[in-house]
């Protein structure tokens, strides 16, 4: 987190952590969107087997997103949390969700 401070004011921002967040997960040139997440998505709950490689990629997408939000992007909270609920067992379209929440991010 960098933090810029002036007479009148205190600035932060997580520029290069999102740079490097967008570049692990290949985000770095996608396009962006309006919204963190669409407009009547409603996510359900996996019920199959637990894929153990999506879950680690899902909750390492989430966790940085947490960060994230945490720090200087509340924009993405209801998103992020929403999401977040599905960390034990997410399905591909969990995933693929998840990673739409970077869309509305730029560097």
Known sequence: MKVNKTASCIMINQKAYLK????????????IAPTPILSGYVPQENKGAVNPVR??????????????????????????????QFSANPSQDHLKKAMYIMHTLED
């Open 55 to 84: 879950r680690q990629k899902f909750q390492s997408v989430i966790g940085s997103l947490l960060y994230l939000m945490l720090g200087t992007h509340p924009d993405i909270a209801f998103a992020v949390i929403k999401m977040s």
């Open 20 to 31: 490097t967040v967008l570049e692990r997960f290949d985000m770095h040139n996608a396009k």
